[in-house]
Every structure is written in C-alpha cells, then in structure tokens.
C-alpha cells in the first residue's frame, strides 16, 4: 500500500523570554567538577561548550508560554485537536502531584473539551517518544485526516530547583519549552488479528516494582514483550524519575536472568547493555492521565500493536492505592505503512538498567535529582549509534544517506563520540 503522508509537523511555538545569564553565576559557589577543576566561566565553556542561557522568571510556567505562541503565531483550528501531550519529567514544580499538562491544557478546554491529554515521562527522549504515539494512533485510524495533536516539551528545572545547590548538574541543564502540532493526513484502518489478556485487578505490595514485574512476565509466559506503557498515578516526582515502566522493565530483565543477576552483570556497563541489545529490546515509558481513566492505557497500548510496528505491548494502570490492572495486547497480521513523507519511521529503545543514572531521591522532607555523569556519558556515546543504526537499516539506509541529523546531548563533546 502506497501513501503520501501519514503524519507531518504542523506548526511550532516556543517560550522566547527569560533573562540572559553568563556563567558567572556559577563561580565562587564551591563547585567543582571532576577532578577537582573549578568551575567558573572558562571552565564551563570548555567542557560543556555553553556561554550563556535564558532564565525564565519565578513565576513563569513555560510550557503555557509555548503553547501560547503556538496558538497565536498559527491558524490552528483548535477545535480540532484530539490529543494534548505534556513531553516533561520535572517540569515547572518539582512537588506538583501532576499530570503537568493540567496547566497548558487550561488553554485549550474551552476549543476542545474531549481532547484525551497526558504527560508523558520519558527522560530526555520524551518529544520523540510523544511523536511515535501520535504516529501509531495515526496508523490505526485513531486518530484520523484533520486531526491535530499537540506536543508540549517543557523543562523549568531552575524554578523547580529540581537538583542540589552545589551539583554541577545544574550548569549541564537549561531551561526551555516548545509546543509543536501535528496533522494526520490519512484515514488508516489496521487489518489483522488482535488479541488480549487481561491479569486480575490486584493490590501490589509494597515493592510494586517486583509486583508488577512478576504480573507482567505471568501473563507474557515467557514471551519476550516490545513495549511496557504505565499509566502512573502515584504522583510523585520520585516515581517518575524514572519513569517507573523503565524500572519495571529491568526488574523484569532480573527476574528472568538470576545467573547474570548473581554474577554481578549488571554492575558492568558494557555486559550490560550487551544483554539488553541481545535478550531485551523493548520500551518502556509513563503517561498519567488527566481523566484517570484506566481504558486509555489500554487504548494507546493497542494502537502500537495494530500499527505492525510492536507486538506484543503490555499496559498497566497504577492508582495511587497502588492498584494495579495489567493488559497483554498481541496482534498478528498487521503491517505498518511508511509513507513518502511527513514521519517516515520510528523506532523507540530502553534500556531500564540505566534509568538510575538519572533518578529523583528523597533528601529529608524534599527531593532532588542526582545523575551519575560517567554512567550518563557511556550511554549517550556507546548506546546512540546502534540505536540509530537500527532505524536506517530497517528502512534501507545508512548514516551516509542522511543529510541532518540533530541530537540531543549535555555537551558537545558528546555529540561527535556517539558517531564513532
């Protein structure tokens, strides 16, 4: 079946105030970087490459600034939207239960009441994660030709005062927001066989990571999952960093390898993330609903099944009493549709024995991020290049056919490595 587009990029807004800050403002606080270099203005170009960056004001949520422009530098009928996407891990208030969306979705009720909106955790990969999903729902005619989809990335991690004062963390992230609509452009209905099994709605204990990991692979029977999508509404920062299907993810991978848990395997990088490319590669991310209703997991888990791509797919729904309802969606038959143009392919990978490099903890009554820097640097070098590698050798290309490739990296000496 030959089509032109299924998907392409509509219109775009952004937050564009802030105050423009040098990297004075991070001498004579007593940081240092490793090995105990200090940290001042040279330093930081050196290392990071940054001179300066944009601080919103205290009182600025910048993801409703985004979606503010996007609404007045556009034509969008608004009337039209169908799904509203919050793309963020932190946000604007690092103690804020969320869904975050609830905020910039306030802009958009009144022109579209029913549209289904979410944030979605993801960690970095967020907005490209959030494009895949309305690129299932427009392969299986979820979504349909007209409908809008609008993505809001936005990260305010200074105003959230996500990390400690004294971690170097806080020169490596900015702050920043944009809005982006998407247009389906064709009516696709999926063909094929689709099936389901559904687990007891249950009471996981208090390790509800194991709970749910041993649920999960009961149901699976041994068979190797592509994707894990949690509807996560326990509401707390340090649930969602990471994102708590990442962390099911590899308890599960645990669970079914104890010889190389015993061995101590995934204390080692490199062992590591060989296992995973060869006995896992799957997804695994949260959304939390603004309606709280447990079917539309199950919904957008369907949707990568009947889209050809994945299979199977599992969903959960986790309230905040910690009861769970966990769904195994498979399918057979259905093949994906890669048109001329707009989104082409997609391709989404986790790796869960990772997540901890970048993770929210409990200090006291309050909650900061911490990152293992060299853990994060190993994996955006050595885990980029196989991973993009994959997506151009499913779809007949190489690296050398490609005329631009942008990536997301906290410095740029990272960008060249992940190349090599």
């Not at 050798?393 to 740029?412: G, K, M, Q, V």
């Amino acid at each position: 079946m030959s089509i032109n587009s299924v998907l392409e990029i509509k219109a775009q807004g952004a937050w564009n105030g802030g105050i423009r800050l040098d990297n004075s403002r991070f001498e004579n606080k007593g940081l240092f970087f490793k090995g105990d270099i200090p940290v001042n203005g040279q330093t930081i170009e050196e290392r990071i490459g940054v001179r300066t960056r944009l601080a919103p004001p205290e009182d600025e949520r910048i993801g409703m600034s985004a979606l503010k422009n996007l609404i007045e530098t556009s034509d969008l009928d608004l009337s039209r939207v169908k799904i509203v996407i919050g793309a963020t891990n932190v946000g604007d208030d690092k103690y804020d239960p969320g869904p975050l969306i609830k905020y910039p979705f306030e802009l958009l009720r009144s022109s579209c009441p029913q549209a289904l909106a979410f944030d979605l955790y993801a960690g970095c990969p967020g907005f490209n994660v959030g494009v895949e999903l309305i690129y299932m729902l427009s392969q299986t005619g979820i979504l349909e030709r007209g409908d809008l989809s609008i993505i809001i990335g936005a990260e305010n991690l200074h105003r959230a005062k996500a990390f400690r004062p004294d971690d170097t963390a806080n020169i490596i992230f900015g702050d920043d927001a944009l809005a982006t609509a998407l247009e389906t452009k064709a009516i696709l209905k999926p063909v094929g066989d689709y099936s389901s099994r559904t687990s007891e709605t249950v009471k996981v204990t208090d390790d509800f990571i194991t709970g749910l990991a041993e649920i999960i692979l009961d149901l699976a029977g041994g068979e190797r999952i592509s994707g894990l999508i949690i509807d996560n509404q326990l509401g707390q920062t340090v649930h969602r960093i990471p994102a708590l299907a990442v962390r099911v993810q590899h308890r599960m991978v645990e669970l079914q390898h104890p010889g190389e848990a015993e061995k101590g395997i995934f204390s080692r990088f490199k062992d590591t993330l060989a296992l995973y490319e060869r006995e896992v590669e799957s997804f695994a991310f949260d959304i939390m609903t603004l309606d709280r209703d447990p079917k539309t997991v199950a919904r957008l888990a369907r949707a990568y099944v009947e889209s050809g791509k994945y299979s199977p797919i599992v969903s959960a729904y986790l309230s905040p009493d910690l009861t769970a309802e966990v769904i195994l969606h498979k399918g057979a038959g259905f093949t994906l549709v890669k048109p001329e143009h707009g989104v082409i392919d997609t391709r989404t990978i986790t790796h869960g024995c990772f997540a901890d490099y970048i993770r929210a903890e409990h200090e006291g009554n309050d909650v900061f991020g911490a990152m293992d820097g060299k853990g994060v640097f190993l994996y955006a070098t050595r885990g980029a290049r196989p991973h993009l590698a994959g997506l151009l050798s499913e779809n007949d290309l190489t690296l050398d056919d490609t005329d631009l490739l942008i990536e997301h990296h906290a410095n740029f000496a990272m960008i060249p490595l992940t190349l090599q």
